[in-house]
């Protein structure tokens, strides 16, 4: 009769998840006895960085990923990096380790109350089983919902139970399929169809859905087909089009005022991959222009549902993309020629302008990089200068919450080998993730870390004056040298003073892991 742990073991080995991006403690070290040599386990350094890195390397290989935390301290530190990876809708199944079973009730020490209570509100799922045997059931069960939800789960495990009998009825989970069917009804079908072709002037907004769901061209060939302008979702944490394309007129801001204004004059918004909408700034106003009708097209039927506008059909992005482009048989009018960038600005004194930087990567670095960038004052900039014209080009915390970037970027960079891959961050958000740098020195990943120094949290200054704060304390980062932090943790450093000196820098491909730390100038997030 197997064990729990060995047909545990065997379940995730059968489903490819035998990457695990783990932080351990005493509660786990049973789960990870007898690991299967396929198993390869990535050590981070916190549970923050740990999630961080997992959800990059999901979200660049498009498939669902382990993660090994410890019990509630363990939890709790991965917080914050959860609620981007439930953002960006990352199929993550996190086991944790619990105390063995008869010493939860007193609470000894790592034993973690009512664990799945904890971690509730923010993963789809979250559970312990009710005894040992189901514990295999469970676990399928945690990666079946990740899957279907496209969300976090979590499972805990107390340690005692991974040494248990089985039981023969364990063993049916090992060949379980379980999919989820996407396409839209024959009568929904037709009357998309009918809205969409009857429209005078659409407009597309297009969600960070549909780069993870690989639709990048595809979305492309709708736009062309429709003739319609694109706007990329507010708050877009990867990029679902190219952004020098003709018809692509940028991201939405995030507020309710200048979403509406940009949808002035067009009586169809067709909203595919998105929430309607994940605004930010609140800039009251109505939510749509008199005469504008407004359709979401997601898979994510909670996000169907919590929307305050306009209709919604929940189907996969992809399937109606197809139904439309068969519909659409007429080219629409020529889109015409890719924009170029402007000439970018520069600063005054020894520091870059952060478009001088972005047009460096441009230049310099392969089209194919894909960049994870957490770095808030410059997002207008990077818009300005970047030309990315690939699926999977561009990643950002997709809930705001610093600390996804660098470890992000290091999982990126392990999940897609055959890429370059820069991340680019501020010197602020560097520090909520910053020991991601020592997993990136211990693999050998090859990732350019772009460090944007301006010595102060440059988004909230902004924020200060829309909200007309203009003195909150707190604010400023002087004093911080990553160039020797990152020697520290073992990774190659280099401050590069000039605009010239970058591109020389950005021109080699070294095969491990380096820092560039730039003095830029404060630029403001629009
Ligand atoms: N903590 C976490 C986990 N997430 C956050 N979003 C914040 C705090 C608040 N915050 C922002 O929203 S932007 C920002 C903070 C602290 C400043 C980031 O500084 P940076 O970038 O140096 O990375 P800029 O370009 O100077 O703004
Ligand atoms: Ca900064």
């Known amino acids: 009769m197997p064990s729990v742990r060995r047909v545990s073991h065997e379940f995730l080995e059968r489903r490819g998840l035998t990457t695990i991006f783990g932080n351990p403690g005493s509660n786990e070290l049973p789960f990870l006895a007898e690991l299967p040599d396929s198993f390869r386990y990535v050590l981070g350094l916190h549970e923050g960085a740990v999630v961080g890195m997992a959800d990059g390397y999901a979200q660049a290989t498009g498939r669902p990923v382990l993660v090994n935390l410890h019990a509630a301290s363990g939890s709790g530190n991965a917080m914050g990096a959860l609620t981007n990876a439930v953002a960006s809708r990352t199929p993550m199944v996190v086991v944790a380790g619990q105390q063995v079973r008869p010493a939860i009730g007193p609470e000894a020490n790592l034993s ?282 561009y990643y950002f915390p997709a809930a705001g919450g610093l600390g996804f970037g660098l470890p992000g970027a290091v999982g990126v960079a392990m999940g897609r080998p055959d890429r370059p891959v820069v991340g680019v961050i501020g010197d602020g958000s560097a520090n909520y993730g910053i020991t991601a740098l020592w997993t990136a020195a211990q693999h050998r990943v090859p990732l350019t870390v772009v460090l944007l120094r301006n010595g102060t949290y440059g988004a909230l200054r902004w924020f200060g004056g829309l909200l007309g704060v203009p003195d909150a304390p707190g604010l400023d980062i002087p004093g911080l040298d990553f160039t020797r932090i990152a020697e520290g943790y073992g990774v190659a450093s280099q401050h590069v003073h000039s605009a010239e000196e970058l591109r020389a820098v950005l021109a080699e491909h070294p095969e491990h892991p380096r820092l560039v730390q730039v003095d830029t100038a404060l630029t403001t997030p629009s």
């Not at 969409?196 to 993870?212: C, K």
């Open 112 to 393: 973690s109350v009512d664990a799945p209570a904890l971690m509730k509100p923010l993963v789809g799922w979250a559970a312990e089983p009710a005894c040992a045997e189901d514990v295999p059931r469970a676990l399928a069960q945690a990666l079946f919902e990740a899957e279907l939800q496209r969300r976090p789960t979590y499972l805990s495990v107390p340690y005692d139970d991974w040494a248990a009998e089985a039981g023969d009825n364990c063993l049916p989970i090992l060949d379980r399929r379980v999919e989820r069917g996407s396409a839209p009804g024959g009568e929904q079908a037709r009357r998309l169809v009918e809205q969409v072709t009857a429209a005078r002037r659409p407009l597309l907004v297009l969600g960070g859905d549909i780069d993870s769901a690989g639709l990048f061209d595809d979305a492309v060939r709708l736009a062309e087909r429709l003739g319609s302008p694109v706007w990329a979702a507010p708050s877009l944490f990867r990029l679902p089009f190219p952004n020098r394309h003709p018809l692509f007129r940028g991201v939405l801001p995030a507020g309710i005022a200048p979403v509406s204004a940009a949808f002035e004059g067009h009586d169809l918004v067709l909203v595919l991959g998105a929430p309607v909408f994940r605004y930010h700034e609140y800039l009251p106003g109505r939510y749509l222009p008199e005469g504008t009708h407004l359709i979401q097209v997601t898979d994510d039927a909670s996000a169907a549902a919590r929307a305050p506008m306009g209709e919604a059909l929940v189907a996969a992005p992809g399937a109606v993309i197809d139904l439309l482009v068969n519909a659409l048989d007429a080219l629409g009018e020529a889109a015409g020629e890719y924009r170029p960038a402007p000439e970018p600005p520069t600063a005054e004194g020894d520091r870059l302008h952060p478009e001088e930087v972005f047009a460096a990567l441009r230049d310099r670095m392969p089209h194919d990089t894909a960049y994870v960038a957490e770095s808030t004052s410059t997002n207008s900039a990077w818009w300005r200068q970047m030309d990315l014209r690939r699926s999977g080009s």
